[in-house]
C-alpha cells in the first residue's frame, strides 16, 4: 500500500474546505467563564484547584499559575472554553504520532494558557498569554467536531499550548468526537492530576508527553518550579488505561543531554511502560528565553537514539530534523523500513493493518484497517 505524498495532497484539499468552514475570530476576547471542574472550596470565599498538581489556591478575583480558571466570588470558573486562539489542520506527524493513522489529518486547536513555563517553550506567544487577553476563534465543541468532519480530518489533536488549561473544552470535544466516530488525542506536558486525567482517558484515544528531562532540577529551573514525579505518574497511568502512549523528549545543549540520564530516562520507560512506546528526540532551536543556546546537533540526537536503542525500546525516532533515517519506522523483528518520512512525506509501503509484509510482525499503534 503505497501513499507517497498523499499526506500533503489531502492536506491541501483539507486547506481549502477549511477556507470555507465558517466560524468568527474576535479582534478582542469575548471570553464567556464557564463553572471548572475539580477545585474545592477552602473557607471565606478562598478556593483550590485540583486540576494539576500545583494546587493553586485562590482568593476572589486571583487566577491560577496557569491564567485560565480563575476565582470569582468563592466560584473557580475557566476562562478557556469555546475560544481556541490557534486552529489548523496538520498532518498527524506534526503532533507527533508516528503511530497513529500515518499520513492522515489532525484538526488542531488550543487555547491560550499553560501550566508551565518553561524557558525553550516554542508556542511562547499563546502559551504565555491569557485567554481573555488575544484573538480568539468562537468555536463550541459542536462546531469543532464539525470543522474536523468537513476537513477531512478523522483526528482531533489538542496542541500548541497545554491542553490541561482548557480541559472541560477538551473533555466535551472528545465526547463527542467520539460519537461522530473520530478519535482524538493531546501533545501534553503531562502536568495534571491522576482523577481528571482518568476521566479524560475514556474518551480519547492517543497522548503524546513531553517529557522534557529526567532531573528533577531540570523542571525546577526550566519549567517554574514544576516537578518531575507528577509526569511519571501520568505517564504510568495512561500506560495502565490502555491509551496509545508516544514521549517527546526535546534535546537541549548543556541542559539535559547527558548520556547518563538519557540512559536512565530509557530505561525507566522501559520498564514502567514497555518497549513499545515510541520515545521522539527532538532538536531543540533557539526560541524563546533560551535564544543564547544553540540547535543540538545532529550528534547528540543520534547519540540518544543509539542508547534508548541499546536499552531495548522499539521504536525510536529524530525530530525536527528532516531526511534523517530516525524519522522512518522499522520492523522491530525484521528490520525492514514499514513506513518512509522525508517531513511530512509520508509513505507506507511495507504495512498492511498494522502488520509488516516482510515477516507479518504486528506493530503496536493505532492503524487504519
Request: hydrophobic share 40%.
Amino acid at each position: 500500500m503505497k501513499r507517497t505524498l498523499s499526506v500533503l495532497v489531502i492536506l491541501f484539499f483539507a486547506m481549502i474546505i477549511m477556507a470555507h468552514i465558517s466560524f468568527a475570530r474576535s479582534e478582542t476576547s469575548k471570553t464567556v467563564p464557564r463553572v471548572a471542574s475539580y477545585w474545592n472550596k477552602v473557607k471565606n470565599g478562598i478556593v483550590q484547584c485540583v486540576l494539576c498538581p500545583r494546587k493553586c489556591v485562590l482568593a476572589p478575583g486571583q487566577r491560577g499559575f496557569c491564567t485560565v480558571r480563575v476565582n470569582k466570588d468563592g466560584t473557580l470558573y475557566t476562562l478557556g472554553y469555546g475560544n481556541p486562539v490557534s486552529v489548523h489542520v496538520d498532518p498527524i506527524e506534526k503532533k507527533p504520532f508516528f503511530h497513529v493513522l500515518p499520513g492522515e489529518n489532525a484538526f488542531s486547536l488550543a487555547v491560550a494558557g499553560c501550566n508551565m513555563r518553561c524557558l525553550f517553550c516554542q508556542n511562547w506567544q499563546i502559551s504565555q498569554s491569557r485567554p481573555d487577553d488575544v484573538s480568539a476563534y468562537d468555536l463550541p465543541p459542536e462546531k469543532v467536531v464539525e470543522a474536523a468532519i468537513k476537513s477531512l480530518s478523522p483526528f482531533i489533536a489538542y496542541t500548541y499550548t497545554e491542553p490541561t488549561v482548557f480541559y472541560e473544552y477538551m473533555l466535551d470535544i472528545a465526547k463527542l468526537a467520539r460519537a461522530k466516530g473520530l478519535k482524538s488525542g493531546m501533545h501534553s506536558c503531562g502536568y495534571i492530576n491522576k482523577e481528571p486525567l482518568k476521566e479524560l482517558l475514556k474518551y480519547i484515544d492517543a497522548v503524546n508527553v513531553d517529557l522534557k528531562g529526567f532531573n528533577p532540577d531540570f523542571y525546577r529551573r526550566m519549567g517554574s518550579d514544576a516537578a518531575l514525579e507528577p509526569v511519571l505518574e501520568t505517564l504510568k497511568t495512561v500506560k495502565e488505561e490502555g491509551v496509545w502512549l508516544e514521549i517527546t523528549n526535546l534535546i537541549i545543549p548543556g541542559q539535559n543531554d547527558d548520556p547518563e540520564e538519557i540512559r536512565a530516562m530509557c530505561r525507566w520507560i522501559k520498564t514502567n511502560l514497555g518497549s513499545e512506546v515510541p520515545i521522539h528526540f527532538s532538536r531543540f532551536m533557539p526560541s524563546f528565553k533560551l535564544m543564547n543556546l544553540p540547535p543540538t546537533p545532529a550528534e547528540k540526537l543520534e547519540e540518544a537514539c543509539r542508547i534508548a536503542k541499546e536499552e531495548g525500546l522499539k521504536y525510536v525516532y529524530v525530530g525536527n530534523v528532516p531526511g534523517n533515517e530516525h524519522e522512518n519506522t522499522y520492523c522491530p523483528n525484521c528490520g525492514k523500513i514499514v513506513i518512509n518520512r522525508r517531513g511530512y512525506e509520508i509513505s507506507v509501503t511495507g504495512m498492511v493493518g498494522g502488520k509488516c509484509l516482510y515477516c507479518g510482525y504486528a506493530l503496536e499503534g493505532i492503524w487504519k484497517k
